[in-house]
């Protein structure tokens, strides 16, 4: 069973800035279209940011746009999402998705506090 790793979240002030990073062991990464989620109490998973598999194109929430960045390094087998401007509405259960085809993998989710 893959498992991808988070890690990077936190607590943070309103205003503040925080960088994910999730590390994806055991498949040919390069391949995979990776994307951020993030899941609020009593509410399904939503898409936060999604990037291809050679990083050429992103797309962002509109909640988001304008303050998350996600990117990756084939190399390292890692994507990231730069937060900034983080706001309280921010706070939730940030998760990294790898997906192929019909093949898709999670990980186990980092939290995200925003609060002053």
């Known amino acids: 069973q893959v498992q991808l790793v988070e890690s990077g979240g936190g607590l943070v002030q309103p205003g503040g800035s925080l960088r994910l990073s999730c590390v994806a062991p055991g498949f040919t990464f390069s391949l995979y279209v990776m994307s951020w989620y993030r899941q609020f109490p009593g509410k399904e998973r939503e898409l936060v940011a999604l990037?291809?598999?050679?990083?050429?194109?992103?797309n962002y929430a509109d909640s988001v746009k304008g303050r998350f960045t996600i990117s990756r390094d084939n190399v390292k087998r890692t994507v990231y999402l730069q937060m900034n401007s983080l706001k309280p509405e921010d706070t939730a259960v940030y998760y990294c998705?790898?997906?192929?085809?019909?093949?898709?993998?999670w990980g186990q989710g980092t939290q995200v506090t925003v609060s002053s």
């Open positions: 990037i291809t598999n050679n990083g050429g194109s992103t």
């Open positions: 998705k790898a997906k192929f085809g019909s093949l898709d993998y």
